[in-house]
């Protein structure tokens, strides 16, 4: 939506405008700046030279890491932007960043540099908006520099009253925080919290606040002018979070009435004014209601920046009765001086909007972060249904950056609309290759205290979805059935050399031994049943079941026809780990098929001793060696994805029989690492696979 023409006297037009981000918001943040007919600059690392972001801007230039302010300001000047968009993440409340862009003479298209350090710091930011008359927890902190003795805490905990919030002052992203429910733990609770906000950001001073038991955590967009203009667009609902992380939002909250609406939104312009504020930013408070359904709210903090959430807001936001806004549009226009071009009481809402963050990672993994190429990617589309990516078919998701791949978004006339869209949306979110968390937002989305809007910070942890049905029978028989048209549809010069079990006086079974990782193998025998594309399936020595399977021409879709239900399945292969991928309704499975000679050598100690990666990523460190003596425990290999370590024990007692990793390589999930062969039985001789076989 145009709010305002762009050639407002005494205002500066951009030519060109450099973004200092990647992946979606950047693409998100450029497809504004072409429909404005501003040129755009991208950067990139090597990680990222053939990135959607890259390929997409006007000019595209190396840098060596995203945070190289020095490097991105001269870049700016050189390809004759005019204005820097920080996007979110990375530079974009760095105040020496912004300070640099203006010093330089570049329009950096954010907030004042004074803004970003007045509300970077919680302690600081909490004294500024208390003053102006914000609502702010109850608490105590410390001065920089000057922890307080253990002493002093406890003294400062007690008048404050628990369960209290131990929180870094500086930073943010749930790092560092700790919840003290009682005196015994606060000493060790804050002593772990200083060191790990020490080494995430540098300062080990803490704000210690009253913990809110079931919070509620409400943002309020706001915008400010550099002609003393400030108003809000109403708030988002980001209640649903893991570890500290949001993971759905919604515009408007289900939890406000319109009075409580204006009430917080009048506070969240407050904020903004107390630290002269320009540009688009977002008032966090948390808040909870009392026995008797009364609202009551405190500042959290404020971000200085556009939101990762911010399209919901431009979803329902209406402005002279027209539905939709650009906040980037905005933000451009007020950086470049232009007067924000409505008033507070021409804004009203419409309908209801909701995002789903696509992540991957694995959920039924315990969230570990997942990554691979990017085989297959369709993304929903239609009326109402909006997706910022930042991945293309043939890219790959790697562990270099944020696991954020995308953001589904969806309008409703009401909140019930959107959700039941936004299931559909999710449900045709298909991306193979990489394992994804869209199945699990459905689980999510369809849990009862969701659909009801009774919500809190802690509904993941303490209340989570119903767990993943059970589909893996019908996905090993549609992965079987797969396998089964390869043999059929492939070339031959003669009929007896096709391994598909055909002979002379009928078809013969053949077995497909396949697994999911992190599942057993399971053995599906297939033959066929009269003409193409007719078979018996047995599965586990049951009865043969007539299905029937096909390909679409272009060979990215298998339909498997049982006589209950006929279901689609896109499909494809990875040539680097010979795993063959299927997804439907949302939900994406990696199989791998297995020689069925393979079942003959196992037995059950050897099965049980094969160690393999739970994540794709980096092999950091191999404690062992062939021939060590390990217990239960062990360490075996160190793998590091997404900046996380993640340490695989030995599931058994026993002797390494084979190492197939060495520290630096690259391991996709499920690769083989390390095998362990059990202890023989002390009555038993030890027997090798070797021998086994002969």
Same mark, same amino acid.
């Given at each position: 939506?145009?709010?305002?023409?762009?050639?407002?006297?005494?205002?500066?037009?951009?030519?060109?405008?450099?973004?200092?981000?990647?992946?979606?918001?950047?693409?998100?943040?450029?497809?504004?700046?072409?429909?404005?007919?501003?040129?755009?600059?991208?950067?990139?690392?090597?990680?990222?030279?053939?990135?959607?972001?890259?390929?997409?801007?006007?000019?595209?230039?190396?840098?060596?890491?995203?945070?190289?302010?020095?490097?991105?300001?001269?870049?700016?000047?050189?390809?004759?932007?005019?204005?820097?968009?920080?996007?979110?993440?990375?530079?974009?409340?760095?105040?020496?960043?912004?300070?640099?862009?203006?010093?330089?003479?570049?329009?950096?298209?954010?907030?004042?540099?004074?803004?970003?350090?007045?509300?970077?710091?919680?302690?600081?930011?909490?004294?500024?908006?208390?003053?102006?008359?914000?609502?702010?927890?109850?608490?105590?902190?410390?001065?920089?520099?000057?922890?307080?003795?253990?002493?002093?805490?406890?003294?400062?905990?007690?008048?404050?009253?628990?369960?209290?919030?131990?929180?870094?002052?500086?930073?943010?992203?749930?790092?560092?925080?700790?919840?003290?429910?009682?005196?015994?733990?606060?000493?060790?609770?804050?002593?772990?919290?200083?060191?790990?906000?020490?080494?995430?950001?540098?300062?080990?001073?803490?704000?210690?606040?009253?913990?809110?038991?079931?919070?509620?955590?409400?943002?309020?967009?706001?915008?400010?002018?550099?002609?003393?203009?400030?108003?809000?667009?109403?708030?988002?609902?980001?209640?649903?979070?893991?570890?500290?992380?949001?993971?759905?939002?919604?515009?408007?909250?289900?939890?406000?009435?319109?009075?409580?609406?204006?009430?917080?939104?009048?506070?969240?312009?407050?904020?903004?004014?107390?630290?002269?504020?320009?540009?688009?930013?977002?008032?966090?408070?948390?808040?909870?209601?009392?026995?008797?359904?009364?609202?009551?709210?405190?500042?959290?903090?404020?971000?200085?920046?556009l939101q990762v959430e911010h399209p919901v807001t431009e979803e329902v936001v209406a402005v002279r009765d027209e539905r939709g806004v650009d906040l980037v549009e905005l933000q451009v226009d007020v950086a470049y001086g232009e007067a924000l071009p409505f008033t507070q009481?021409?804004?009203?809402?419409?309908?209801?909007?909701?995002?789903?963050?696509?992540?991957?990672?694995?959920?039924?993994?315990?969230?570990?972060?997942?990554?691979?190429?990017?085989?297959?990617?369709?993304?929903?589309?239609?009326?109402?249904? @909006? *997706?910022?990516?930042?991945? +293309?078919?043939?890219?790959? $998701?790697?562990? &270099?950056?944020? =696991?954020? /791949?995308?953001? #589904?978004?969806?309008?409703?006339?009401?909140?019930?609309?959107?959700?039941?869209?936004?299931?559909?949306?999710?449900?045709?979110?298909?991306?193979?290759?990489?394992?994804?968390?869209?199945?699990?937002?459905?689980?999510?989305?369809?849990?009862?205290?969701?659909?009801?809007?009774?919500?809190?910070?802690?509904?993941?942890?303490?209340?989570?979805?119903?767990?993943?049905?059970?589909?893996?029978?019908?996905?090993?028989?549609?992965?079987?059935?797969?396998?089964?048209?390869?043999?059929?549809?492939?070339?031959?010069?003669?009929?007896?050399?096709?391994?598909?079990?055909?002979?002379?006086?009928?078809?013969?079974?053949?077995?497909?031994?396949? @697994? *999911?990782?992190?599942?057993? +193998?399971?053995?599906?025998? $297939?033959?066929? &049943?009269?003409? =193409?594309? /007719?078979?018996? #399936?047995?599965?586990?020595?049951?009865?043969?079941?007539?299905?029937?399977?096909r390909r679409s021409t272009d060979g990215t879709r298998l339909t498997v026809t049982t006589p209950e239900h006929t279901r689609t399945y896109l499909r494809a292969d990875d040539p680097d780990t010979d795993h063959r991928w299927l997804g439907s309704a949302g939900a994406a499975?990696?199989?791998?098929?297995?020689?069925?000679?393979?079942?003959?050598?196992?037995?059950?100690?050897?099965?049980?001793?094969?160690?393999?990666?739970?994540?794709?990523?980096?092999?950091?460190?191999?404690?062992?060696?062939?021939?060590?003596?390990?217990?239960?425990?062990?360490?075996?290999?160190?793998?590091?994805?997404?900046?996380?370590?993640?340490?695989?024990? +030995?599931?058994?007692?026993?002797?390494?029989?084979?190492?197939?990793?060495?520290?630096?390589?690259?391991?996709?999930?499920?690769?083989?690492?390390?095998?362990?062969?059990?202890?023989?039985?002390?009555?038993?001789?030890?027997?090798?696979?070797?021998?086994?076989?002969?």
């Amino acid at each position: 939506m145009s709010t305002t023409p762009r050639t407002s006297p005494g205002t500066r037009v951009p030519s060109r405008v450099l973004v200092a981000n990647r992946g979606e918001i950047a693409l998100r943040v450029m497809r504004t700046l072409r429909r404005m007919g501003v040129g755009t600059a991208a950067v990139y690392t090597d990680a990222d030279a053939n990135a959607p972001h890259t390929l997409a801007a006007d000019v595209a230039l190396r840098v060596e890491h995203y945070l190289d302010a020095d490097k991105i300001v001269a870049l700016a000047l050189d390809c004759g932007a005019t204005g820097v968009h920080p996007g979110y993440g990375f530079l974009s409340e760095n105040a020496d960043f912004a300070r640099a862009c203006t010093d330089a003479g570049l329009v950096f298209i954010g907030p004042p540099a004074s803004a970003i350090e007045a509300m970077g710091d919680k302690i600081r930011a909490k004294d500024t908006v208390a003053a102006a008359g914000v609502p702010v927890l109850g608490g105590f902190t410390e001065e920089p520099g000057r922890p307080l003795s253990d002493e002093e805490l406890l003294r400062a905990a007690e008048e404050t009253g628990y369960p209290l919030l131990i929180k870094p002052s500086a930073g943010g992203g749930g790092k560092g925080m700790r919840a003290v429910r009682a005196a015994d733990t606060l000493i060790a609770d804050a002593a772990s919290a200083r060191r790990e906000a020490l080494a995430s950001f540098g300062d080990a001073t803490l704000l210690v606040e009253q913990l809110v038991q079931r919070p509620r955590h409400i943002e309020v967009q706001v915008l400010a002018d550099t002609h003393g203009n400030v108003l809000h667009l109403g708030e988002r609902e980001c209640s649903l979070q893991r570890r500290h992380q949001k993971v759905v939002e919604e515009a408007p909250s289900p939890l406000l009435t319109d009075a409580q609406r204006q009430v917080m939104g009048e506070a969240a312009v407050a904020a903004a004014r107390s630290c002269g504020y320009v540009g688009a930013g977002t008032v966090e408070f948390i808040a909870e209601t009392g026995p008797d359904g009364e609202l009551s709210f405190s500042f959290l903090e404020m971000n200085t920046r556009l939101q990762v959430e911010h399209p919901v807001t431009e979803e329902v936001v209406a402005v002279r009765d027209e539905r939709g806004v650009d906040l980037v549009e905005l933000q451009v226009d007020v950086a470049y001086g232009e007067a924000l071009p409505f008033t507070q009481k021409e804004v009203s809402w419409v309908g209801h909007a909701v995002e789903s963050r696509i992540y991957a990672e694995d959920v039924d993994r315990g969230f570990l972060p997942s990554g691979g190429p990017i085989l297959l990617l369709d993304e929903p589309d239609g009326p109402h249904v @909006r *997706v910022d990516s930042g991945i +293309a078919e043939g890219g790959a $998701v790697t562990s &270099d950056f944020d =696991p954020m /791949l995308a953001k #589904v978004i969806t309008w409703g006339a009401d909140r019930s609309e959107a959700l039941n869209r936004m299931d559909a949306a999710l449900a045709s979110y298909t991306l193979l290759g990489c394992v994804t968390n869209t199945a699990y937002l459905r689980r999510l989305l369809r849990h009862p205290r969701v659909f009801e809007g009774d919500l809190s910070t802690d509904l993941i942890a303490s209340d989570p979805p119903e767990p993943a049905p059970d589909r893996l029978p019908e996905v090993y028989v549609a992965a079987a059935l797969d396998h089964q048209l390869d043999l059929e549809n492939g070339p031959t010069a003669d009929r007896f050399a096709v391994p598909d079990g055909w002979r002379m006086g009928g078809p013969a079974w053949t077995p497909w031994r396949l @697994r *999911v990782p992190g599942h057993d +193998a399971v053995i599906v025998r $297939v033959r066929r &049943d009269g003409g =193409p594309g /007719l078979y018996q #399936v047995s599965t586990q020595d049951r009865e043969p079941v007539s299905l029937r399977a096909r390909r679409s021409t272009d060979g990215t879709r298998l339909t498997v026809t049982t006589p209950e239900h006929t279901r689609t399945y896109l499909r494809a292969d990875d040539p680097d780990t010979d795993h063959r991928w299927l997804g439907s309704a949302g939900a994406a499975w990696s199989v791998h098929e297995e020689p069925v000679t393979a079942a003959s050598r196992e037995d059950d100690a050897t099965a049980d001793g094969t160690v393999r990666s739970p994540m794709p990523g980096t092999v950091l460190d191999v404690p062992v060696q062939v021939g060590q003596r390990v217990t239960a425990g062990t360490t075996l290999a160190v793998v590091e994805a997404m900046k996380m370590e993640h340490s695989v024990p +030995a599931p058994i007692d026993g002797t390494v029989a084979t190492v197939a990793v060495r520290p630096g390589s690259s391991v996709p999930m499920d690769a083989v690492l390390v095998t362990v062969e059990a202890d023989a039985p002390a009555d038993t001789p030890s027997t090798s696979i070797i021998e086994e076989q002969r």
